[in-house]
């Protein structure tokens, strides 16, 4: 398993190795002991979720108040998707830059998002099926939102080459700048000192 750190700290790209033979394949898609040792502290799991997308179809800026946050180990099990990491913490050095990494089901790599990232994606075939690892449950009233299609952000949508679906909350999800004028994003030193105490208990 591979691990690579992006830009913004907190995400992380882990790459498996893929078991081809004449049945199919094999993968192990996430594995604790390299995720481990690239975070620092154990992978909390308390929901599994599960989404099928058609193509065309965006998810996202989706984030949730820390603490507790909700943290997200995300890959592809079918199909092939562009995941987007945006930096939604305010006082963070990479605040408003984003990475966006392709995910799919041949390569089976994964998108680790830490507490207070935000998160999107664009399904880029019909039936496309992500897999979510989460931290803490879905939790309504701490789940917030900014629409993927801020000016400021400029994310890279254009790779879609389809018209884009949204469900009415992300259409109607206020800009980054409105969300930290409203005071709904997440603090920079709260996720530092929440990632800490995740690190200490490990």
Known sequence: MQARHTEISGAIEFT?????D???????????DPFTGAVGHHMPLA??????????VIRGIHFADVPPGQ?????CARGSLLDVIVDV????????QWEAIRLDAERY??????EGLGHAFAALADNTVM???CSTPYNPPAE??????????????????ADPILSEKDQHAPTLAEAAAAGTLPAYQDCLEHYERLRSAG
């Open 144 to 161: 917030h939102a900014v629409t993927p299609f801020d000016p400021e952000l400029a994310l890279p949508w254009d790779e879609l080459d």
């Open 47 to 56: 929901q599994v979720n599960n989404s099928v997308s058609n193509r065309g």
């Open 89 to 96: 913490r305010t006082g963070s050095p990479t605040f408003g």
């Open 22 to 32: 004449h049945r199919g394949l094999f993968v192990a898609p996430f594995q604790q």
């Open 71 to 75: 943290a997200k180990y995300v890959y």
């Open 131 to 133: 897999i979510y690892l």
């Open 16 to 20: 498996p190795p893929v078991f081809p």
């Open 109 to 114: 790599n994964a998108v680790y998002l830490a």
